[in-house]
């Protein structure tokens, strides 16, 4: 595990946590799970076939990523850096540095510009001084925040 890494909760590391490779600056949410190996082999293996059946795969997530709640991670997924991988996501195979995944499989949503360029353009502005003391910055986003919300999908 990397320099400054933030994790929210502990995530399940699962059996195998030392084939998980986490870079520095990386911050991973509440309940994420890493899965490091195909335990269906069980099945299989009871075939003389495939008695010998095993799969097991790194993961490896790059520096100064954000992976959001609930995400899974399965054998051989790896994150680049800058990274971000949404909610809910599943990452069954590797995002490249500076990309935005998300989904059941994670895919390609934008890159880390595209998605800096969108926070920008929906920026919540506050001053910055408030960011030392949550209590103020709470009070001051839930009577100074416009009740906007965004337009049903057609």
């Known amino acids: 595990m990397g320099k400054d890494v933030i994790l929210i909760d ?4 699962g059996s ?64 680049g850096d800058n990274c971000i991988l949404g909610a809910g996501s599943v990452l069954n195979s590797s995002m490249p540095s500076n990309t935005v995944y998300a989904g059941i499989p994670a895919k390609f949503i934008c890159t880390i510009e595209e998605y800096g360029n969108k926070a920008l353009k929906n920026n919540t502005l506050y001053p910055r001084e408030l960011e030392k003391k949550r209590s103020e910055l709470d009070l001051y986003i839930s009577e100074q925040l416009p009740h906007i919300y965004k ?4």
């Open 16 to 79: 195998e946590p030392y084939l998980i490779e986490i870079g520095d600056k990386t911050k991973i949410t509440a309940g994420c799970r890493f899965i490091n190996h195909d335990g269906a082999m069980y099945v299989i293996r009871s075939m003389e076939k495939f008695a010998d059946a095993r799969n097991f795969g790194r993961i490896k997530i790059g520096k100064n990523c954000f992976v959001g709640n609930n995400c899974t991670f399965l054998p051989g997924s790896q994150m």
């Open 151 to 154: 337009p049903v999908k057609q």
């Open 10 to 13: 502990t995530p399940d590391f």
